[in-house]
C-alpha cells in the first residue's frame, strides 16, 4: 500500500517548550487515521506542520513520497478551524467563493452540497445554519478540489450529538470513495468508532501506534471464584484460549483470546467438576485503556 504521509523524527519546540518531539509515523493510502491525545499534545502543532503552516524545529516529512510542495499541496485539503464563510451570503454562494480561490471546478460544488447533505439548503444563508451544517459546509469546501487526503483538526468539537453523528458518517462517507483522511481528536471513542489506525500522543511524544483494533483492545477481563482456586489455576493453564490469568486475593483476574466468552469458560470448568461461585465480566473502559496507554 502506498505511503501517502510520512513523518521522521518530526519535532516542533515553542521556547523551552518540547510541543513535538521526534514524531515518527506514517498514513498509508486509503486509512482513517487519528491522532489522538489530551489537550496541549502536540496534535494542532503536527498537522501545523505537516501543512506547512508551522515551521518544523527538526526532522521531517513527506508527502507522497516528496518534500511538501505547490503540487503536494493541491493533493491534500484540510479543515483546521471552522472557516470563516460570509454569514449573508448563501451556502452555494459561499462555495463559489471558495472554489475560486481554489480554483476549483465550480461544477464540484452541487456535487459536494448534496455529499455533506446540504443540497436541499443550498440556497439558505450561512447564518441560518446550525453548527453541524456549518461543519458540514466546511468539509464540502475542503473536499471542492478534489483532493486525495483531508485532514481535520477536532472535526465535531461543538456539535451537538446530532451533529457529532452526521459528521462522523460524513467523514466515514468520504474514506469510502478512496480518500485518505488524517484526524486529529481528544475523544477515545471517536477514534474507535471512525478511524482504522491510531497514533497516540502525550507531551508531544508518540506513545503508540498502529491498527486501532490493536491499539486499543477491547478485551473483557473476567473475575472468577470457586470454593477452592487450586483446581481452577491449574485447568487455566491448560485452556488454549485463556490469554493471561493472575490471584488477587480469593478470586481470579483473566482475559480469553478474542471470539470466546465468558459462556465458554464456565461451560469448560463445569465439564471439569468445577463450580464456579462467581463470575464476573469486566469492561475495561476507553479512559481506562487510554492510561495504560499513555502510563506505559
Ligand atoms: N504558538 C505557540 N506558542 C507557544 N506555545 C504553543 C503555541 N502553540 C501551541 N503551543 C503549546 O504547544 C503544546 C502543544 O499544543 P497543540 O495545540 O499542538 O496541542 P493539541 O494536542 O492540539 O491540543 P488542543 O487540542 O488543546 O489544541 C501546548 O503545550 C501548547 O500550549
Excluded at 513520497?65 to 448563501?90: H, Q
Aim: glycine letters at 8%; charged letters at 20%.
Amino acid at each position: 500500500m502506498a505511503t501517502v504521509l510520512y513523518l521522521d523524527e518530526l519535532s516542533k519546540k515553542y521556547g523551552s517548550l518540547q510541543a513535538v518531539d521526534r514524531l515518527t509515523m506514517q498514513v498509508e493510502a486509503g486509512s482513517i487515521y487519528g491522532l489522538l491525545g489530551p489537550n496541549g499534545s502536540g496534535k494542532t502543532t503536527t498537522l501545523g506542520m505537516v501543512l506547512d503552516v508551522i515551521r518544523p524545529s527538526g526532522g521531517n516529512f513527506l508527502w507522497f513520497g516528496r518534500s511538501v510542495s505547490r503540487e503536494t499541496k493541491r493533493r491534500v485539503g484540510a479543515l483546521l478551524e471552522t472557516p470563516n464563510f460570509y454569514p449573508y451570503l448563501t451556502a452555494k454562494a459561499n462555495l463559489q467563493v471558495v472554489a475560486d480561490t481554489k480554483q476549483a471546478d465550480h461544477r464540484n460544488i452541487n456535487k459536494m452540497l448534496d455529499m455533506v447533505g446540504l443540497g436541499t439548503r443550498s440556497h439558505t444563508t450561512f447564518k441560518g445554519f446550525s453548527l453541524g451544517m456549518k461543519q458540514r459546509l466546511a468539509l464540502a469546501a475542503a473536499m471542492l478540489n478534489d483532493p486525495e487526503v483531508l485532514v481535520l483538526d477536532e472535526p465535531t468539537n461543538g456539535l451537538d450529538p446530532q451533529g457529532i453523528a452526521e459528521v462522523r458518517d460524513l467523514i466515514t462517507r468520504i474514506a469510502a470513495q478512496g480518500k485518505t483522511i488524517l484526524l486529529a481528536s481528544h475523544l477515545l471513542d471517536e477514534v474507535e468508532k471512525v478511524c482504522t489506525h491510531v497514533a497516540v500522543l502525550q507531551s508531544g511524544k508518540l506513545k503508540a501506534n498502529g491498527p486501532v483494533g490493536d491499539i486499543l483492545s477491547t478485551q473483557d477481563q473476567l473475575l472468577i471464584s470457586a470454593e477452592e482456586l487450586a483446581p481452577v489455576l491449574q485447568l487455566l493453564e491448560r485452556l488454549p484460549y485463556v490469554v493471561r490469568f493472575a490471584q488477587e486475593k480469593n478470586y481470579i483476574g483473566l482475559t480469553l483470546s478474542e471470539g470466546y466468552s465468558s459462556t465458554d469458560l464456565n461451560r469448560d470448568m463445569f465439564v471439569q467438576g468445577i463450580v464456579l461461585s462467581q463470575l464476573l465480566v469486566r469492561r475495561k473502559s476507553l479512559e481506562a485503556q487510554f492510561l495504560e496507554i499513555t502510563q506505559k
